[in-house]
Every structure is written in structure tokens, then in C-alpha cells.
């Protein structure tokens, strides 16, 4: 089946600093990637759906010039937490849908740590 | 906006019983519904995906079925093993977009 990789796994990083997460399609191409955001104990929340060529669009309450989504191929969408703060600390997954559009294929996840 | 809702929110049995797992949804325009796996700390793992135009699916000892115009869909789990803990999510595809229940945590005893 479709894998969707990430990394890293997991992150700490110091306030105030950026963090970069890599989401990869590894054996299939995405023109599409979601980006979600779980907090413990809570459910996937969608943060942006990456679009491979143009901009991401961003849900409601997301800070566009917080998390910078670039999806510079087929095949790789990047997130960057800007400025992150310990509130930033959380789960993001990533996912793309596989051909056909009908199955979601989700990342492993990163676990982010601001201190 | 659609909303999905997952019933209990938490569920604990001894090792053998069958279970069910509820997920309702409040726009029934859904494209499909997938039923996840989820470890703690982990990534999601896929266990069963049911197009709009399906009423039921089966892996396994895992069952799940959708009635679109109520807005439910339930997942069964035959003879439950330990390793079936897990926290257990549903998502409803609408368009473009997923949209994920709160989750069950499932506990079995051995």
C-alpha cells in the first residue's frame, strides 16, 4: 500500500525558534497534502491542505504566517512552525490522499516540544 | 460545518468480548468513512475504508457499516484481543476534507 513518511519523528526545540516537518509520499505522487494538529488526548484537527504548485489553504484560526506550508513536489510538503512557542508543543501528521482519492494515507507523525 | 462524534469515549472489557464502537456524523453528504487505529504517540493506521454507496465492510474480525441517512456508521470487533488497545477514530470525507470523531479509547483486560 501507499506510505507517507515524516520527519523527523520527533523534535525539541527552544522558544523562539523555527522547526521544519518534512511529509514525503514515498511510492505515489500527492498534488495534495493535510496537515493536522492533535493535542493530547484530543482528535485530529486540520490545520491546511497543502496544494503542490500554489498556496496552502489554511482552516479558520490557523496563523498562515505562523505555519509556513511549502509543497514544492509531487511528492514532498513542508511545515514550518515560525517562532514556535510552548503552545506550538503538540502531534502533526500529515496525510495524502492515494490514487483515485478515495484512501487517505496518514504519516507517522512528529512530536514537537517547545521549551 | 460537519461534526462527528464518537460514542463511548472510553470503553474497558475482559479479554474475548465482542464491542461495538459508535460514530455519528451530521451531514450525511459524505464521500466515505474510514475507521482508524490509533497507538498512543503514534501515527494513525487505516483499518477500514467504506465508500458513501456501501453499507458495510469486513477485515478480519473487524466489521464496519455505514448508514449515510441516519448519519452512523459502527465499527465491531469480534473476540477482542489485548493488542486491540487502542484508541479507535472515525473520519468522514466531505469534499476534499476529513473531518475526525473525538475518538474511543479501548482497553481490553486480559
Known amino acids: 500500500g501507499a506510505v507517507v513518511s515524516q520527519h523527523p519523528s520527533w523534535v525539541i526545540c527552544k522558544s523562539g525558534t523555527s522547526v521544519k516537518i518534512e511529509c514525503r509520499s514515498l511510492?505515489?505522487?500527492?498534488?495534495?497534502m493535510f496537515w493536522y494538529r492533535q493535542f493530547p488526548k484530543q482528535s485530529l484537527m486540520l490545520m491546511a491542505t497543502?496544494?503542490?504548485?500554489?498556496?496552502?489553504?489554511?482552516e479558520q484560526g490557523v496563523e498562515k504566517d505562523k505555519f509556513l506550508i511549502n509543497h514544492a513536489s509531487l511528492t514532498l510538503s513542508t511545515l514550518t512552525v515560525t517562532s514556535a512557542h510552548p503552545e506550538d508543543s503538540s502531534f502533526y501528521i500529515c496525510?495524502?490522499?492515494?490514487?483515485?482519492?478515495?484512501?487517505?494515507?496518514f504519516g507517522p507523525g512528529t512530536r514537537l516540544t517547545v521549551t | 460545518k460537519q461534526e462527528v462524534t464518537q460514542i463511548p469515549a472510553a470503553l474497558s472489557v475482559p479479554e474475548g468480548e465482542n464491542l461495538v464502537l459508535n460514530c455519528s456524523f451530521t451531514?450525511?453528504?459524505?464521500?466515505?468513512l474510514q475507521w482508524f487505529r490509533q497507538d498512543p504517540g503514534k501515527g494513525l493506521t487505516s483499518l477500514l475504508l467504506?465508500?458513501?454507496?456501501?453499507r458495510e465492510q469486513t477485515s478480519g474480525r473487524l466489521n464496519a457499516s455505514l448508514d449515510k441517512s441516519s448519519g452512523r456508521s459502527t465499527l465491531y470487533i469480534a473476540a477482542s484481543q489485548p493488542g486491540d488497545s487502542a484508541t479507535y477514530l472515525c473520519?468522514?470525507?466531505?469534499?476534499?476534507?476529513?473531518?475526525f470523531g473525538t475518538g474511543t479509547s479501548l482497553t481490553v483486560i486480559p
Open positions: 496525510s495524502a490522499p492515494g490514487q483515485g482519492g478515495h484512501e487517505q494515507y
Open positions: 511510492d505515489f505522487q500527492a498534488t495534495t
Open positions: 497543502s496544494n503542490e504548485g500554489s498556496k496552502a489553504t489554511y
Open positions: 451531514d450525511s453528504a459524505i464521500y466515505n
Open positions: 467504506i465508500q458513501s454507496s456501501q
Open positions: 473520519a468522514v470525507r466531505g469534499g476534499n476534507q476529513f473531518y
